[in-house]
């Protein structure tokens, strides 16, 4: 009989989704009077593509009918690079061989670990988003869970501790993945705190893997929405980006890597540019996203895209400002928001996350996410998020309002 990989053992996630969705059918089932349940659970965006993209995904259709549009490169299209570095990295000098057009970082965040060698010293924040540390498990970097922490990977405590910053560890790690804004926390990183990175990179021959899927919704002075703005990132740093939260792409599937050829990594007594190894991983095993998803990619960073998506993500940061305000008033604490869609809502000393997940949720018909299914140190927050309309924040609000504990 076929072995299976022994690696999926030691994923001993909650299956957290699963559970709130039980739980979310349950409480409904339970009751058919229940008034509206309010889903502030997703991270998924809460508006349809906006009408500049849509007539590019129309005119996209059209030319896949009267042209044979084949397979593209494996990189992704010249017209879509073209836009990014036009209206993105330009300005940072990023060459169109640097950028690699994928069809989400999910994707690419899982599959760079297979570019490194096994010995290779991971850090990972601690909470955030779940795929890099999933990834390690699943390509053998890591042993069983002990006491809800794997040994071999340095988990770099974002909690009220660090004010929700990242730090440099004192081990010398090889691969860094950073995540700003950071999902869950909605934290994200200033100059000076990304400076301390690079030059932990530097000093240590790391490579810091950035995770920007969040950078729209960045807006406050120094506060980089990509890490080349901090000098001599070039040579360390790869920026994952994705027009997921963006151009609200989560259901189309676009996103991509800028991989610097300075971006170097040791084979054998050679140094090697990563970017190398990423466009051979992507010849042999990517076709490349959709033609026409990609139109509509390049249709999102013109001027007009970028007006009407700008729009949407203003709204989903009004909305964040007035639930965190709302949260606040009732005398809880409450963080993020300010650069991010997601609030980190502190429970209640007596609560758990899940057992305040369940207050809100039974008592109030409002589903959140419990802070402990990012991290050992997302336990005693709830995620509460953002992309959601004016009309349930207004309604959340008042809810909010009624909560006394
Ligand atoms: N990175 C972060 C931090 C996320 O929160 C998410 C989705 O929630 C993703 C990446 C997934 O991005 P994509 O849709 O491009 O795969």
């Known amino acids: 009989m076929s072995k299976a990989s022994p690696y999926f053992k030691n994923l001993n996630r909650d299956l957290i989704f699963v559970t709130i969705e039980q739980k979310v059918s349950e409480f409904i089932e339970s009751d058919p009077e229940i008034k509206e349940v309010l889903n502030f659970g997703v991270g998924d965006v809460a508006f349809p593509i906006k009408p500049h993209i849509q007539q590019a995904l129309h005119d996209a259709i059209d030319d896949v009918g009267t042209h044979v549009r084949g397979y593209g490169p494996s990189t992704g299209q010249a017209f879509l690079k073209k836009a990014i570095i036009d209206s993105e990295y330009g300005k940072y000098g990023i060459k169109p061989s640097e950028i690699f ?6 994707s690419d965040a899982s599959s760079i670990i297979h570019l490194f060698d096994e010995s290779t010293r991971i850090a990972i924040p601690d909470p955030t988003y779940p795929v890099y540390l999933d ?111 963006t151009a609200g792409f989560s259901g189309l599937r676009l996103s991509y890597a800028v991989i610097p050829d300075k971006v170097k990594v040791s084979a054998g007594k050679e140094h090697v540019s990563l ?80 057992d305040f997940f369940d207050y809100l949720l ?41 909560i006394k504990i």
């Open 362 to 402: 039974h008592k109030h018909g409002m589903v959140t996410i419990p802070g402990c299914g990012f991290g050992p140190r997302g336990k005693g927050f709830i995620r509460m998020s953002s992309f959601t309309t004016e009309e349930k924040t207004e309604k959340a609000i008042e809810r909010i309002k009624q």
């Open 101 to 106: 057009i994928s069809d989400g970082i999910m």
């Open 135 to 245: 990834a390690c498990v699943l390509s053998g970097r890591t042993s069983s869970l002990k006491k809800g922490y794997y040994p071999e990977i340095v988990y770099l405590p974002c909690d009220e501790s660090t004010n929700f910053v990242p730090k440099p560890p004192k081990k010398k790690c090889d691969l860094v993945f950073l995540c700003s804004p950071n999902n869950p926390t909605g934290c994200a990183l200033t100059k000076e705190e990304l400076e301390v990175w690079i030059e932990y990179a530097h000093k240590h021959d790391a490579i810091i893997v950035l995770d920007a899927a969040y950078e729209a919704f960045i807006h406050t002075e120094n506060t980089p929405k990509s890490i080349y703005e901090i000098p001599n990132a070039r040579n360390v740093a790869i920026e994952l980006r994705s027009f997921s939260k």
């Open 275 to 354: 970017n190398k190894y990423w466009t051979t991983r992507q010849n042999v095993t990517f076709n490349g996203p959709s033609y026409i998803i990609q139109k509509a990619g390049a249709a999102s960073l013109t001027k007009q895209g970028k007006e009407e998506t700008q729009n949407d993500i203003k709204i989903y940061l009004e909305c964040g400002t007035r639930l965190k305000q709302a949260i606040s008033d009732q005398g809880f604490e409450c963080f993020g928001g300010l650069n991010s869609p997601y609030l980190w809502w502190k429970c209640p000393e007596s609560m758990t996350s899940w």
